[in-house]
């Protein structure tokens, strides 16, 4: 059974300072995806990541995918309170065509 | 383009009823998946349909059913509601042609069982 795991599930952050964010899965998979959620809204979609090595970047995150290890990674560089919402990766389990997700990442901002 | 389209937004049953909820996926994608979220239990895949089949299904009681049409357009059914069914219900398409096959997530319907 794939199972994924986010740690930390919550997380306090002051303005201006670096973090990760990590997600373990448990059987192979090629594609991995993280998202964002507002409080009450939909999910975003921030980055897909396709292949070993994989590693992506828009503004203040960047996201890298070790299948290998089974393991992702979410940075967070000089934190905004722009970027607090909750954050889920999720894997793919190919032509099945549907994601497990993580639990979540609630991450704070604060100033 | 437009994005993928759940209606209704916000809805209020009581135990015992039956629900219907709609999505229209992105135009062109023909994969249509939906998922559960609830606080207590995350985000759970509930069902996907391709081109009008149901070709896998997540570990939910029979109550929950839903259908594709040959616009792509999706329902799900939730009979003999329960307090438990309380969630937000979330669409997702995808175009599965795509390398990336990328999900694309609907605002969702939030749905309280009362």
């Known amino acids: 059974e794939l199972k994924v795991e986010q740690n930390p599930l919550f997380l306090s952050m002051q303005e201006g300072k670096n973090y990760t964010i990590y997600c373990n899965y448990s059987t192979t998979s090629d594609r991995l995806y993280w998202y964002r959620q507002d409080p009450g809204k939909s999910l975003e979609s921030l980055f897909v990541?396709?292949?070993?090595?994989a590693v992506k970047q828009e503004g203040r995150l960047m996201a890298s995918l070790d299948t290998k290890a089974r393991l992702s990674t979410l940075h967070i560089t000089a934190a905004v309170h722009d970027l607090s919402a909750t954050y889920f990766c999720a894997v793919d389990r190919g032509s099945q065509g549907n994601l497990i997700f993580g639990k979540g990442t609630k991450l704070s901002v604060k100033p | 383009k437009a994005g993928v389209t759940q209606t209704p937004r916000y809805l209020i049953k009581t135990r015992g009823q039956q629900v219907t909820l709609s999505c229209s996926p992105i135009?062109?994608?023909?994969?249509v998946s939906w998922y559960q979220q609830t606080p207590g239990q995350g985000l759970q895949f509930l069902f996907e349909y391709f081109s009008e089949t149901q070709r896998n299904k997540g570990n939910f009681p029979g109550r929950f059913s839903g259908r594709q049409f040959s616009n792509s357009r999706s329902e799900m059914n939730v009979s003999t509601l329960e307090l438990g069914d309380s969630a937000l219900y979330l669409c997702?398409?995808?175009?599965?042609?795509?390398?990336?096959?990328?999900?694309?997530f609907g605002q969702g319907t939030r749905l309280t069982v009362v």
């Open positions: 990541l396709l292949s070993n090595g």
């Open positions: 135009s062109g994608h023909r994969s």
């Open positions: 997702a398409s995808s175009n599965l042609g795509s390398w990336r096959a990328e999900a694309f």
